[in-house]
């Protein structure tokens, strides 16, 4: 809907192919908190957009209240049953294996090996995602169809894993403007195959940095952060949190950007920030209804950009929300089941009108005392007739709200028109000496 | 309705004629922005009320950001048909001309005449009002209907009019009072024959200031000006703008006051100031129902006094608001079929009360710590039994709120009660030493 | 209902029995404003509870703007008919005589007995209640179903009282906390026969003291008043209202907490207090939906306390608010018929959740800069899949929302769950360093 008679569909449309070509080539990277998988994407990612750069935090190091834990790699991973067949192959596919399993190479029962399953009840044709990073055990993930059909007998389980003193990483890419306050875009790429909740956030940052960086005059400076989720924004933190606080005006978890389902908003902690008030602004005149959630439903790096003490008032503006969407961490949340172009490209135009808002955003102030007289500059009808002013209402509202103290996106919110319905306005006036921004 | 059952209803509805007897008067008076019009206009309502001192600003100077234009002036204009009819004869209806139009005596054809006549189609029975001050044009107004019979041929054109060098002129009324603090009332003469948008503003504001003139002790000045919509404004301002900034406590436009249709209100572009609180307490008391305009929907003088800088809140109290009924701005808004003796009296009693609930109001403050002894004071019922104390209720809720820091309107805001509910209780316990003002 | 399931039911409903019976047990005393009636109701009420200690104001003394009154003391009373019944006899329903009656030995016609006395032609079997404290004057009360059959004749009145200088007396009991703050229960007795209206909250005073004496380690300290309506109020101000003023943190109006009708909430002058929000969290929380009054329908003692000027916020959590059932202040407002056990009972159990809310807010802050990681501190599920975290929502919550500026009362609002969903998690979280109060 948001395409349909939009003048830019084509590009749009194409972009969305783009986003989703590049979606297609991260898919068979195995990521996971540390370790190659992650590196192996930053490497592909900073490949479409220059300057990207790497950072690391040694394992056992401090990330705030978190400890950087060690690197983990997986070679293969799957179960022979007792009348030999191999089941849950982590070459088939990824997800059977239990994130930060440790290595195990050992013949039990299917009593023994039942503890180490997980399936999901009521989804039984779906493989569940399933990690356990901070304790040291191993398992393996299946369709509950197929657990339901193993026969007792003896079963082989082979993990050929390790886990090793390394580092945790994590990307950047920093596109100044004439302001040195930021624009924040999270993304998390410590998911293996994910499409809605992983690979659509990166792919939209890609998008949106490479359409910013050919933008010539940019007034804001803008930062784009692929990490792990969580303790990759904790390390960042650590490690830059001064600057961050201080910096940043607005920040977006970008993620599960890439259906086509209901629009969906997560407000900041504080909930009424420039930021939330932006994006509902946004949101509201863009796609009209979304479904407004709580902080409360929070669930992923917002938690410690907004901490207290933190106080970085980051949102997010998805479509279906994590946990909500019924394919959400599991073996269904794949491609063109759940992620289309078509749907990054509706997320990518309006993240780049938000975009466009906050660039445009301002303080008017009028230059003269009382109301201007627009006739003698030509801004206003010459011939006074019952409904003649009706064209220059916006106009003249954008003037008496110019008080020197009220944003745009306040005034356009007063009067319930979308900021962009003044941007001309606003240009015309200032070029006739009666505001300033 | 307000005057049904009105204990003053005989002097009201008496001087609701004596209202619209001066309307007649003022009716034909061809009144445009700066001319003869406005100073016979100016010299009619001095007649009336005495003390009317008449400003000038001159052609050319500044009022804020406006100039003021030349004086305008006409002596005839008519059209002649190729048939020999003398039609849009401006001795028959003075809206037949463009305001403003320059000078003309020629022949041309309809093709060439049309670009200058101006009709309604969706009014095909009304002749609009039309004005072109700033722009040098000539022009004539007329029905559709007549339009629409014009056949081709040579027509002839006519207007005997001049612009040159002169004044813009208007008038003030002030009549002072204990406190220096004013309440402005504003309302504007330059239009011609116009009904409720003109007239039924200065017949208003003649009959309130007889009103008060005759009040003995009135605790405001009360300032009223008489001029030409918009630059009328900005000429008082450029002259007197600091003293009136600082001066004007409530400020209200007089205009749409004459017909009996719905109610209206215009806030000020506060929204919120004690002027609106007061104009919507007095509404919802006495009329209950009434259209809630916003600041959006403004379209007079209100624009100048409210702009950022200046800041005067000024609100109105309508009934058909300007805009907003069909005769607006056309030969249709004329005495009876929209203005008439009974609207302009309830216009009087209902600004009336508002103007004794702004004399009326005040600040209460307790002089005993916790609720009084008002038994001892023969102000409580002497006896107690259920019920008892219904009478005194209201009494009881005025003193448990006079905390020295409220005023007695938010008081009765808050108890959902008029402010007159609470004024003779006020007076009883002022005497009674419990309360102070 | 609010006992239903209760774990303690068993005790609460013999906590009711007790309040009952020491409600029976005060029935029979004749109390009124001052005399001997409210000392021997001190004096039981001090044996129930130790540590209660009486004050005294005497006659003629200014307790704040009120003067204190003589005592009365009533001995008997009663009128002979022209036929010889004695009826309106005290003894027989200490309604009969108005309180503070004059002393009166007289025979009269009917006509002239008319004047002195009161009957309710709307509850025509009810004895209204009747005082005259303030003004001389005799009268009897009685059911107007027996006041329309009086016939025609000579009546001799009878009543055998006495006015004496004396003294005005109120009982306290002060339990000291940790903090010096102060949480203060006020309750009146100064009615005769009255269940609802006066009995059921110096029974309910007992038992949350009984209760509160118990309680090993109290945050605050409490105080208990039990004295006169509204002068008794006054005459505490008078003597300690600078220490109350600075020491209060929220007062209570114990009064109708005897019946089992609706729930009912009177709040404060300010009505956004602390004390105003806790008692609605509690309210909502625990029996969900409540009659909400406003401060114009308050009729006790909150109108000393909240008063301009001394502003201690006083609420009222009631079932069947004073002057809203129809048994108030007549004969009707008896035991079983009114106020039973099991009301009583929820009462105080409400108000026991209420004190332990009280106790348990505080201000958490989190000690840790960004979310913690709970993992590591065993809070934590270990194992990650879809719907995992969902056990540890409320725990993310509080403390997310523990900045060191807001309150646990005003966390649970926004969380929208009652306070005490978060003090599991709270001594959890305390416990593992990772918040302080």
Redesign the interface.
């Known amino acids: 809907m948001l395409l349909d008679n939009h003048p830019d569909r084509t590009d749009l449309e194409a972009r969305g192919q783009d986003m989703m070509e590049l979606l297609q080539r991260l898919w068979p990277v195995y990521r996971t908190l540390a370790g190659p998988g992650i590196r192996e994407t930053l490497r592909i990612l900073g490949e479409q957009v220059g300057g990207l750069t790497i950072s690391h935090a040694a394992t056992g190091a401090r990330a ?4 950087v834990p060690e690197e983990w790699d997986v070679r293969s991973a799957h179960i022979e049953t007792p009348d030999g067949r191999r089941i849950c192959d982590f070459k088939r596919n990824n997800l059977h294996v ?1 994130g930060y399993s440790t290595a195990v190479d050992a013949s039990m029962t299917l009593a023994e090996l039942q503890p180490h399953l ?1 399936s ?1 009840t009521d989804q039984p044709d779906a493989i ?8 040291r ?1 191993w ?1 393996f993930c299946l369709t509950h169809r197929e657990r339901a059909a193993l026969q007792d007998g003896t079963y082989r389980v082979h993990i050929d894993s390790s886990h090793a003193e390394g580092s945790l990483d994590y990307g950047q890419l920093v596109l100044p403007g004439r302001s040195q306050q930021e624009i924040l875009f999270s993304t998390y790429c410590c998911h293996p195959a994910m499409a809605n909740n992983e690979l659509s956030g990166p792919v939209l940052a890609v998008a949106l940095a490479q359409w910013l960086s050919l933008r010539p005059d940019r007034r804001y400076t803008y930062r784009f952060v692929f990490g792990p989720e ?1 303790i990759g ?2 390390a960042l ?1 650590e490690a830059q ?1 001064d600057h961050l606080r201080s910096s940043v005006l607005a920040a977006f978890n970008l993620t599960c950007v890439g259906d086509e389902r209901d629009w969906s908003f997560l407000p900041s ?1 504080a909930g009424d920030s420039y930021t939330d008030r932006l994006a509902r602004h946004v949101l509201r005149h863009v796609v009209g209804e979304y479904r407004s959630y709580r ?2 439903d ?2 992923s790096d917002e ?2 950009y ?5 106080d970085i008032p980051m949102v997010s503006i998805m479509r279906s929300k994590y ?1 909500e969407y019924p394919e ?3 073996s269904l949340d794949v491609p063109e089941r759940v992620v289309t172009a078509h749907g990054l490209a509706e997320s990518f135009a309006l993240y780049r009108i938000l975009i466009q808002a906050l660039e445009a955003d301002c303080i008017p ?2 230059t ?6 627009l ?2 500059r030509g801004l206003y009808p ?5 409904g003649s ?1 009706a064209s220059v ?1 916006d106009m ?2 954008l003037i ?5 103290q009220t944003r745009l996106l306040d005034i356009a919110d ?2 319930d028109k979308p900021m962009w319905a003044y941007t001309a306005d606003l240009d015309r006036l200032v070029a006739a000496g009666v505001l300033q921004r």
Chains 1, 2, 3 share one sequence.
Request: net charge positive.
């Open positions: 705030l209240d978190w400890i239990v997980y999901l569940p995602y399933v990690t356990s990073y901070y304790q055990t398992g969580m924004s904790a933190l949190g902690r902080w409360h929070r669930g938690s410690m907004c901490a207290p003490g933190i946990g959400y961490h599991t102030r009028s003269v005392l009382g109301e201007p007289q006739g003698r010459q011939t006074s007739i019952k002013t209402k003249l509202d008496s709200h110019s008080d020197g007063r009067c």
